[in-house]
């Protein structure tokens, strides 16, 4: 029936009607309930079909929940129906409709509390079933979310988010002397990944809130792609290791600290004075090595050029980690706004 009609609900009323003209008993219209549950999972079959990896996954985990609650409940069918139809009539539905319904949610939480305990080797078999490469930080974007742009939104800000808590530990590692470059062609190309989706989203200027966190999307983007086109370069490292600026690395871990945090107005205050001091700074330390330069020269041809190079990157740096925060927290503040209007 549910195949047919490509609709549980309908299947469900259609055994509803028949169950209150008296043409079936109240056990056959639950064994029905049972089987129109494992019936709707067809509908999530077919929409997988040619899907991303993650939509196939929800489908299969979608096919077997409702098996497992299927074959549950069929294994203690008797029992579970007559105690189902009990609890309702004292609860004072004794119509067979209501019993019914009843039934039908009672067999989805019969499902969850089977399901709950084995929850994480359950996701795994999925990921067994359908296997895919693994995304470490783009893997909350799916192309079926782009139909509806707050979904989209609210994904890419994820995803974003994620690609510069990982920009800044791969950073963290380089400035300890560990780079690692499998790592920053994973970051190139999941940032290429994002980028992508993002720029796939639309979104109209009549809804206000949802196209102004598009706007701090896009700004966001912008900023972590250029934080992350500096910090996966080796020479950054290379330079920080031989020229003399402590004082730069050490606000370089200083406002890494930051990223572990949501985003937030204070911690968006305090990226921004992070790097407005390390700006003056940059601009004193310059003139100060040139001058130096000038009284006593240099030991090495390229001494000079590596540490003004590597001031300059550094202000890049904390100048963009603070926009992109800005910007992401733009994005919550909105959803907040959003959410309190709804």
Known sequence: MTVVMQSSSAAVASTLAALDSGAITVAAAAALVIGQNLGTTITAAIGAVGATVPAKRTAVAHIGFNLIAGLVAFAMFPLFEQAVVKMASYAGASNPTTQIAAFHTAFNVLGLLVLLPFFDPFCRAVERLVPGAPRRYTSVLDSSSLKVPAAAVSAIHSALLALLRGAIAFSRKGLDGSFDEAEATVLRDEMQRASKFLLQIVTDSSDDIVHQQHIDALHAMDHIERLIHVVVKPT???????????????????????????????????????????????????????????????????????????????????????RGLEHLNGINQRAEELASKN
Not at 253 to 279: F, I, K, N, W
Not at 304 to 309: A, G, I, K
């Open 236 to 322: 950054f490292y290379e330079q920080a290791s031989e020229v003399d600026a402590d004082a730069l690395v050490q606000a370089l871990r200083d406002a890494y600290d930051l990223v572990g945090s949501e985003p937030s107005s204070s911690l968006v205050a305090s990226a921004r004075d992070m790097s407005q001091g390390v700006a003056h700074r940059r601009a004193s330390m310059r003139e100060e090595l040139i001058h130096e330069m000038a009284h006593n020269g240099a030991a090495e041809p390229n001494e000079v050029s590596d540490t003004l190079r590597f001031i300059v990157r550094v202000d890049r740096v904390l100048y963009h980690l603070w």
